[in-house]
Each structure stands twice: as C-alpha cells, then as structure tokens.
C-alpha cells in the first residue's frame, strides 16, 4: 500500500513530463532578444527551456533585423529552432518600411543610415505667405519613389566616411559627436559621402532635391510645420528650432513626421542637391532638379538650432554656396 501510495502521488507529475516539449532556440548572431509568444524570454542564445505541447510563435530581434518562425511541439519531443536574423531589404518597397542598405555583396552594412520608403503622389510646392520666392504656390507630382533618411547624418556615420576614405573630421564645436547629426559639412562634403554610400552598397544615394525634400518634410500636410503653423520647441511634437538651446540635439530628439522622419524641422539646415533660383517657381524648375555644379548656390531646408520660427517653415528656402558652418548638415535619399 505504501508504495502505491506514493506512485500514485507521482502520476500527476508523469503525467505532465509527458505533455510538455522542450523547446531550443538560437539565433544568428546569438546575441539578440528572443520572444515566444509575444514574451521576452532571452536576450542571447541558446536559449532552451521546457514548455507544454503546442505551436510556438518565436521572434528574434537585434536592432533593424529581425527573424520569426512558428514552431509545433508535440510532448515529449525537443525541437531546435535556429534563426538567422536579418535586416530588412532595399528591394522591399513598402511604404513605411525602414531599413538599412545591405554592401554590395550582399553582407550586413552597419554603417548604413537607416532608411524608410517614401510614398509617391503630389502636393502643393510653396507659399503664397512666405518670401517671394516661395511663391506662386503650385502643384508637383512625384512618381518616382525614393527612400530618404529618417534621421540626419550623425558624426557616427559622417566619421566612418571620413576616416575610411582618409578626409579631415569635421569639427563638433565641443557640443559631441556620436548621435548628433554631423555639423561644419559643405554641400561638397554631404555630396561625396553620397557618392561614396554609391560605391559601398551599390544602390544610387544622393542628396534630395527641393522638391522631393519638401513633400517628404510636409508628410501629407499643409501647414508650416508638419504639427502645425505654430512653432513648439517643448514636448513630443516639437524641434530644436527657435529655443535657448543654441546647440544641436541628437537626432530622433523629437517625434517623427507621418512619413517616419525625424528633425525636418530644426537642429540644422539640410543641404539639397537643388541650385538656387529666386524665381524658380515661377519660370524655371531648378527645385525639380538635382545639380552637380559645386560652385553654384544651393538651397538649403529645415531651418536650424540658430534659426528663429520663420526659417523652419516647411516652405522657406535657405540659399547659400558650398559653405560649412555649424548649423548645416544633411540626409540622404535612395532611389531604387
């Protein structure tokens, strides 16, 4: 009786060893988070635990790349599930898709900005409150898609350029480097480090024109900035425009546009690829086109740190020669 006794209180915990799996994950690279079920369980693998019999959704996750897969157990069993995370591709047209380059052969390029598709369509170029070359207002379509930059070009990713191909690093003015968007860059400089981007991951990077970066900017809206016609500099919706901060800010500091844009207000001037014409809109299409004349004047956009509320309006159109100072800086754009 006594040993029936004590196999009877086993049973239950026999029972359950034989409804449960084990289940093994590991991820390429190994050190990323891994979620089973929509909860964390690991940040680095193998990660191996037991789990009762059923399908498994398994996601990894490190930075931009991720892998996911469905895994069925049955009790008893041990299934090893590898995952190989990647980043998403440049081919992937989706709208809203950030991703980053990948080099040319086809390896991880993690000097790459991250990037996101911006949709085609039209708006209205301009406007008819602004200085007079910002007028007439007046409609362009955009039918050739482009991916732009969600962020500015940071001195992380402006240096890597730099030391790699053997130019002078641009100076910070003691404010950082790193995450802040690189600053003391002429229109030159901003165009070499395209043309280099070209080369490195084989896809065609260049600056935007004034068209493509204003549509991009105005995501859609009419009003000065992408919240609004009233400046903020405080909060979520907001920019390092028109404030007391008299530096720069890192990048992703403020909410993103609805196109997934950070900064297109503030922080600095954005050189484009556009040569300046007062009269652009009204008998010439210079802001629809991209120069490569360095000794023409260029149109800066955004407005900067050192900006007051009126320079970084969506529509106001900064011109200037292949200078460098501490309030200019860039993004790129990808066409496909």
């Known amino acids: 009786m006594k040993w029936l006794s004590i196999s009877l209180l086993l049973l239950p915990l026999l029972v359950f060893a034989e409804q449960t799996a084990v289940l093994v994950i590991k991820t390429d690279p190994a050190k990323a988070d891994i979620f089973v079920n929509g909860e964390f369980k690991a940040d680095t693998s193998p990660l191996i635990i037991e789990v009762p019999a059923g399908t498994y959704e398994v996601k990894a996750k490190q930075g931009d790349k991720t892998a996911k897969t469905s895994i069925k157990l049955t009790a008893g069993a041990t299934v090893i599930g590898e995952l190989k995370l990647v980043a998403p591709s440049v081919t992937d047209l989706s709208d809203g898709k950030v991703f980053r380059d990948t080099l040319a052969d086809g390896s991880p390029c993690d000097f790459c900005p991250q990037m996101v598709w911006i949709p085609t369509g039209s708006f209205m170029m301009g406007s008819d409150t602004g200085t007079s070359d910002e007028q007439p207002v007046h409609k362009v379509k955009l039918t050739n898609r482009f991916a732009m930059g969600i962020y500015e070009i940071t001195f992380e990713e402006y240096d890597y350029f730099a030391k790699t191909t053997g130019r002078p690093l641009p100076s910070d003015g003691n404010w950082g480097r790193g995450n802040r968007p690189v600053i003391n860059v002429s229109w030159s400089d901003a165009t070499a480090y395209a043309t280099w981007l070209s080369s490195k991951t084989g896809h065609t990077y260049r600056l935007p024109t004034e068209a493509e970066w204003e549509y ?42 609805a196109f997934g844009l950070y900064d297109t207000v503030g922080n600095v001037w954005e050189w484009t690829c556009s040569d300046y014409d007062a009269k652009a809109y009204e008998t010439s299409s210079t802001h629809l086109q991209c120069s490569q004349q360095p000794n023409r004047r260029k149109v800066s956009r955004g407005g900067s740190w050192y900006s007051g509320a009126d320079y970084c309006r969506v529509t106001y159109r900064q011109t200037q020669f292949s200078a460098s100072n501490n309030a200019y800086g860039f993004r790129v754009i990808l066409m496909p």
Do not use: E, I, L, P
């Open 216 to 257: 991009a900017a105005r995501a859609g809206t009419t009003t000065n900035y992408w919240w609004g016609d009233a400046m903020q500099t405080k909060g979520a919706k907001g920019a390092n425009c028109d404030s007391d901060n008299n530096k720069t800010v890192s990048v992703g500091s403020f909410k993103a546009n």
